[in-house]
């Protein structure tokens, strides 16, 4: 994915908004539960949305996007996982989000929560590990399911190299993670040391 604009400015990045978001959350846990049973978006007569079983059909639908790119590809929606990538694709504008899943008892950060359209459901830590595909969901709060970009190419698997040949004319290096989970600078091997991001 090509971005045209710039990154956003250091004051408003997503780490920060992260660490406001998780301070938030272990500073009050009692205000967090208040706060979520009694969120602001809330109408009067409309109930929280809430899963707790791997069972529903939304976290199916959620794994299955995770799972299937054709399926990813019939739906125009995928999966992004952690709030800080979601605040930053959001930043840019490059995405509209369907529903955005938090952990029971988060708060819906508030540049999220015009973005999210009040469609916000609480699932349980199995149901987020489930939809997430992570071995520990310990400092996952949030997925989104979005839209894809609209500027989003998919060079499909009939062309061959044929699209990356024209959407690349000058010689550049491309590197392409997948399915890489990094706790800590420490757990990278060194296979991936800085070198290979320069």
Do not use: W
């Not at 060079?155 to 890489?180: M, N, Q, T």
């Amino acid at each position: 994915m090509l971005l045209a604009r710039a990154p956003p400015s250091a004051f408003n990045s997503p780490a920060l908004s992260v660490r406001a978001f998780r301070r938030r959350r272990l500073a009050a846990p009692g205000a967090a539960a208040t706060a979520a049973s009694n969120p602001p978006s809330l109408r009067v007569g409309q109930r929280r949305k809430q899963v707790a079983s791997v069972a529903n059909p939304l976290v199916k639908h959620c794994v299955k996007l995770r799972d299937s790119a054709a399926y990813r590809r019939s739906c125009r929606r995928l999966v992004l996982v952690g709030l800080a990538p979601i605040l930053e694709i959001c930043r840019l504008g490059f995405a509209a989000i369907d529903c955005l899943l938090l952990l029971d008892g988060a708060e819906v950060p508030g540049e999220l929560h015009e973005l999210s359209g009040g469609n916000v459901v609480y699932v349980s830590a199995t149901v987020m590990k489930k939809i997430s595909g992570m071995q520990s969901v310990d400092s996952t709060e949030a997925i989104a399911v979005m839209h894809m970009p609209k500027h989003f190419c998919d060079l499909g698997d009939d062309e061959g190299g044929a699209g990356l040949d024209a959407s690349f004319l000058s010689p550049k290096r491309i590197l392409v993670l997948d399915g890489i989970q990094v706790k800590t600078m420490s757990d990278i091997p060194p296979l991936f040391s800085s070198r290979l991001f320069v």
